[in-house]
């Protein structure tokens, strides 16, 4: 007899005991992956190095000056930048100035911008395109832009459908502290296009990279729709 109720008893606190259990809120789950997680993980741009050239005098000290020669040829807007001997194909968007009087750059590692203050692709004057050479998760578009030799060839195209082909003459690196900005937005007689982005060791404690790379081309060729 004893045995029986002890059984019954039992049975009535694991009863009483799982009804409780049932009847509390579930705790919410802890998501350590999913589609939805690592689709909204992809679609968040990687976070960017500091680039130099934002703090860089280019106001103040070198603003495009008009040239002497007269200059026949307008000029694009360039939408598209491509340069077959390393694989780039990117979109081209203007950049302007920063608040520190330098050039501001691009907030994509896939992008590069072109300074819009200064002088359009083919038109007599200094164009520039920079780039990011890397960002916090991996190589950027510039990535192997030091890569370039004499003799490579730069296709710029333009808002309108036209072509402008470009030849680089050289390729150098300079101390950040002695980029020569003069050279790279100021006044010439050419028809160039200058393409700069960060090179040489990382600084940890400055956050940025000890030396600028320019990579200097002039127009051999152009498709220019009037």
């Known amino acids: 007899m004893k045995h029986i109720l002890y059984s019954i008893a039992l049975g009535l606190l694991v009863f009483i005991v799982s009804f409780q259990l049932l009847d509390e809120p579930a705790k919410e789950a802890r998501v350590l992956s999913s589609f939805e997680a690592e689709q909204k993980q992809s679609e968040e741009p990687p976070p960017l190095k500091r680039d130099t050239i934002e703090n860089e005098p280019i106001k103040k000290n070198y603003e495009p000056a008009t040239v002497v020669q007269q200059d026949d040829q307008t000029g694009i807007v360039p939408t598209r930048l491509e340069i077959p001997s390393i694989g780039?194909?990117?979109?081209?968007?203007?950049?302007?100035?920063?608040?520190?009087?330098?050039m501001a750059v691009p907030d994509s590692v896939t992008r590069v911008g072109w300074f819009e203050p200064g002088t359009k692709p083919g038109r007599i004057g200094n164009a520039v395109i920079a780039g990011h050479v890397d960002g916090q998760s991996g190589p950027a578009v510039f990535y192997d832009l030091k890569e370039l030799k004499a003799g490579d060839e730069i296709f710029v195209y333009g808002e309108d459908g036209s072509k402008m082909t470009f030849t680089?003459?050289?390729?150098?690196?300079?101390?950040?502290?002695?980029?020569?900005?003069?050279d790279l937005f100021g006044p010439t007689n050419e028809r160039a296009l200058n393409l700069i982005t960060c090179t040489g060791p990382y600084d940890q404690e400055a956050s940025g990279y000890t030396e600028r790379l320019a990579v200097y081309t002039t127009l051999t060729a152009s498709d220019y729709k009037q």
């Open 168 to 182: 680089v003459e050289k390729v150098a690196a300079y101390p950040v502290e002695e980029s020569p900005i003069r």
């Open 88 to 102: 780039v194909d990117a979109p081209i968007g203007p950049e302007g100035y920063t608040d520190n009087g330098g």
